[in-house]
Structures are given as C-alpha cells and as structure tokens.
C-alpha cells in the first residue's frame, strides 16, 4: 500500500515537472543558466554545456517530483508574471508574433483547418533555427545561422589568447572586443564613484590582449562576420521569391484569418 502511495505521489510530481506547470519555470530556469550571449559576455562566462545544462535540469526534475507539495505554489505563481500579455489598445498589434512564441510547436488557426508545426527559436550549441513567414504567400520557414567562429573549449577559457588553437582565437577577439565596448560605454555613462571595480581592469586587460593581435588578423576576423551575416540576410526569402519576416502578426496561410493559436511542444 506504501508503495502505491509513494508511486502515485512521485508520478503526479514528475508529471507536474514536466508536461505541467512547473515544467515551464524548470525550462526558464534552465534558459537562464544558459545565459544569452549578453549576459554570458557580462558574466565573463561561456555558455554551460548542453550535458552540464542536462544534468541541471534533471536535477530540478527530480528534486520537485520528491518536494512538489511546497513547491508547486510558487511555481504557479511565478507562471503567472510571465504569462505573455498582448498589447490590447492597440488593435492594429493584436494576433500572435513570433517573438512570444518559445521554441517549438504547432500553429493552428481557428477558422479553418489549418494546422502546421513549426519553429519560433532554438538553439544548440553553435547554431540556432529561427522561423518565419513568407509576407507574400504565408508559408512558415525556418532558417539555421551557424556561428562562423569555433568558441574556447571549457578547459581553454582562461587560457591567453596568444596560447588558444588557432581556430579559436577569432572567437576570442570577437568576445575581448565586446567586453571592451561594453565596459568602455559603461564607463562612459556611469559616475566614476559607481564604476564597478572589475571595469577597469577588463579594459586594461582586454587592451593587452588585443594589442598584440596583428591588423589584417581583426580585419579578417571583422570580414568573416559580415560576410555571415549578410549571407544569412541573404537567405531571408521564400521560393516564392516573397521576403521573410518575423516582425509582423502571423497570418494562416490558407484563409489570411489572423486567430491563431500555437501550443509550445519544447524549447532549446
Ligand atoms: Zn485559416
Ligand atoms: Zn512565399
């Protein structure tokens, strides 16, 4: 009889973590300790592993199917604050938009029989899969950007630049360049006596560090970017040689009805 207890106990705990409400604060949990390339930068931190990113969320898993009782509460509530409110005096902005769609998931409209999975974002490790839609004739797309640059392994994060494998010094220049630019404009709109006591020392450093990288190294480094990312700008039409966008309400393809409804399958 115990055991049937616990077992019921512990399956409504996963199921809570899991397909119910609290997988959704376990997923922004795990969002968050992923970081975005901002705060990353900020934190002067790489993005965590996928496996070390696994293993947090099984943990977070695990931990609330045994305490779920105390925390389910919270869990609901904290739901509840981010819970997406559309824009309502503005009719014009009223339907759905990509960029409060997470992950991935299925798009149905709700005055004819249209219904399509599709990708709003996800990201791996060194490549994300964004969606959009042809403006011309309403097809869903998606398209993959690859960062053009390998990022310093773990081990090698704090390691000098002029001691990093060559294919991983671009992505180090691009990132002590960041940290300059952003430290630097901090700096410039910040009261010196409210200057973080780690500034300085980033700018003396990154300086250092980028002083001895030859000219033609950042030119290249700058050229390799641009060029991606005006290929990937590039990529940005259907066959039907519409533009994609994913500013804009989405539409059904079929009948132009603008309520729709996604339901989110999971998020990367
Ligand atoms: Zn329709
Ligand atoms: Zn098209």
Redo the contacts with the bound molecule.
Sequence with gaps: MIELVIGIYVTLGLFLATLGPAGKSIRREVEKTRGTEFTNAMMQREAPSEKKLFFFKLTLILGFSLLWPFLLWGALKENKNYEVQPDSDDLEHQGLKFQYMGGHGNLS?N??N?SESLTSFTHGIRSSRTGYQCQDCGKFAFRMRTDPFKRSSNENFDVPLSELPLDERPSRIEHLQQMLSLCETQMEKTARKNWLPTWESTVTECKKELSLVEENEIEDVKNKRLESENAYKASLFCECGGGLDRDNVLF?P??K?LDLTYSMEYIT
Excluded: K, L
């Design positions: 409209c005055e004819c249209f059904c079929s009948c009805s």
